[in-house]
């Protein structure tokens, strides 16, 4: 059974473009967890989706936005990219019945020049 | 003063001995409490799960939890190098899946062979 996973694994940007960050949950998962890791420090949660649609967001700007297909994949996309950007995203997902047990990806990490 | 509070460490402890990992926190409303593991370029593996106050042990940890000091603890006992990652606290109010779970900054451990 394929953990959740992440693609791509790297990401170089410059300052303004945007990025598209993907993501597959584990088998019998529908929910799906944004969060961004700054170097140094604990995960950041941006939003959830579930039933194809943003449930909870956390305090990122409206650069930062999603999306779930009926498959439960999910995409993250942030336009015009900062320096600050810069860091590893994480996408963790959740079975129907298990509540709020995440399980993670390994991670993108964007880097932003 | 944030929510969940974490040191950063790094923490350097021999191999065998007992690790002590610890996180603060100041919502009073947060009532289960996670423990995860993430080695260095993955993402974070769950290792313990607990509600409310009290102590759960799995193995080589023990995690507990002190509502009314608003502290919580992992013990790894018999600690291995391959116990050597950051250790992240983090916790939620509910046992919901669109409930937003807080992470501290995560604590550095290296176990020295």
């Known amino acids: 059974d394929a953990g959740v996973t992440q693609s791509p694994t790297h990401l170089i940007k410059t300052r303004g473009q945007q990025v598209t960050l993907r993501c597959s949950p584990k088998?019998?998962?529908?929910?799906v967890s944004w969060y961004q890791q700054a170097l140094g420090q604990g995960p950041q949660f941006i939003f959830q989706?579930?039933?194809?649609?943003?449930?909870q967001r956390g305090n990122f700007p409206d650069r930062f936005s999603g999306h779930q297909f009926p498959n439960y994949s999910s995409e993250l996309n942030v336009n015009a990219l900062l320096l600050g950007d810069s860091a590893l995203y994480l996408c963790?997902?959740?079975?129907?019945?298990?509540?709020?047990?995440?399980?993670f990806g390994p991670g993108t990490r964007l880097t932003v020049l | 003063q944030k929510e969940v509070e974490q040191d950063p460490g790094p923490l350097s402890v021999p191999e065998g001995a007992i690790v002590s990992l610890n996180c603060t926190y100041s919502?009073?409303?947060?009532?289960?409490f996670m423990w995860y593991r993430q080695y260095s370029r993955k993402g974070p593996e769950l290792l313990m799960y607990?509600?409310?106050?009290g102590n759960k042990e799995d193995g080589r940890f023990t995690a507990q939890v002190d509502k009314s000091s608003k502290y919580i603890s992992l013990f790894i006992r018999d600690s291995q190098p391959s116990d050597s990652a950051t250790y992240l606290c983090?916790?939620?109010?509910?046992?919901?899946?669109?409930?937003?779970?807080?992470f501290g900054k995560g604590t550095r451990l290296h176990i020295l062979p």
């Open positions: 088998s019998g998962h529908d929910t």
């Open positions: 963790a997902s959740t079975h129907p019945s298990s509540y709020n047990e995440q399980f």
């Open positions: 607990t509600y409310s106050s």
């Open positions: 989706y579930y039933e194809e649609e943003e449930r």
């Open positions: 919502n009073s409303a947060f009532q289960y």
């Open positions: 983090a916790m939620s109010e509910v046992r919901a899946r669109d409930d937003k779970i807080i």
